[in-house]
């Protein structure tokens, strides 16, 4: 079962938003569906379409959302593959992060707190998995798979300790690898050295920029004009794909320049929310 799901920058999103009755909304990657509760409750008769390529997600959310009836429709798979047809949104949401629940679900490999497979797929009916990456890829392709997803300035090192040691079964295995091949002075920074390295193998596994970058050029059509695109993204790499196709897209106009971040209080309430970054463009009528 999922976590109590705790929707970050729920406050200035719903501000953003500027819900009103009668409306229908898109939630992009409903997880937990904590923020289509909030904009479900908002008006007895707002629509809400909520999307996710995760089926466990679908599933919570289907319970979660269960009071609200035939105001809620689902859809599962990747939000860049999704055709709404005719219907017009009068806003869009997505909150990239991953939820607690992935983290959370030992068998899901997307943490290496407990042992699990290397799997990190949000869509179990993909083939490529954590596993396949780490025991096949050439050593130069794991080394920029680090660097260039990951930032991880030792990259190559890591994935030349990975070579050695391969195959590889576990995300422990992996984890333990990585700490060791790295330097003492490295071990013990303000995350562990394995960190970087899973986020990496997370974003290609599930092709996250890729999908990313081509729901942000879609998704401005499946909007009413007027209506609100609101995107949370919790790294550089994705903040930054948002930040230009904004900037880039002649039918979107920017509605703030700078990011929204979570004040003192949520970050402290909610250590999820430091990282988030919430940016709203708006469909030029």
């Known amino acids: 079962m999922y976590s109590y ?23 992009a990657t409903v997880g937990g569906a904590g923020h ?5 409750e908002s008006y007895p008769d707002i629509k809400l379409t909520a999307i996710d390529r995760d089926a466990m997600a679908i599933s919570e959310a289907s319970r979660v959302l269960a009071e609200y009836g035939d105001r809620v429709s689902f859809w599962r798979g990747p939000f860049s593959q999704y055709d709404p047809g005719l219907l017009k949104f009068a806003a869009i949401v997505a909150d990239l992060g991953v939820s607690s629940a992935q983290l959370d679900r030992q068998e899901r490999g997307f943490s290496f707190r407990e042992t699990a497979a290397l799997d990190m797929r949000m869509d179990d009916r993909q083939e490529l998995s954590a596993a ?13 798979i680090f660097f260039n997803y990951g930032q991880e300035r030792l990259s190559r090192r890591i994935a030349k300790a990975i070579v050695q040691k391969r195959p590889l079964q576990t ?3 992996l984890a333990e690898i990585i700490f060791q091949s790295v330097p003492v002075s490295y071990r013990h920074g303000r995350i562990h050295p394995a960190t970087r ?11 996250e920029l890729e999908e990313l970058e081509r729901f942000l050029s879609l998704s401005p059509n499946w909007l009413k004009p007027g209506g609100i695109l609101a995107i949370i993204s919790f790294h550089s790499l994705e903040d930054r794909l948002v930040k230009h196709s904004f900037r880039n897209n002649t039918m ?22 430091r990282s988030a970054k919430l940016r709203f463009a708006l469909l030029k009528p």
């Not at 999103?13 to 409306?23: I, K, R, S, T, V």
């Not at 780490?134 to 920029?144: C, F, G, R, T, V």
């Not at 390295?197 to 092709?207: D, E, G, H, M, S």
Request: hydrophobic fraction near 35%.
């Open 5 to 27: 799901h705790c929707p970050v920058l729920s406050n200035p999103l719903l501000a953003g938003l500027n819900l009103q009755p009668g409306e229908h909304y898109l939630d």
């Open 36 to 40: 289509s509760r909030l904009i479900l």
């Open 132 to 144: 396949e990456i780490i025991n096949y890829y050439k050593e130069q392709d794991l080394a920029e």
């Open 171 to 173: 995300t422990t295995q």
């Open 197 to 207: 390295v899973f986020q990496a193998l997370r974003i290609v596994v599930n092709q």
């Open 252 to 273: 979107l106009e920017i509605i703030n320049k700078k990011p929204i971040i979570a004040d003192t209080q949520e970050q402290q309430e909610n250590p999820r929310s």
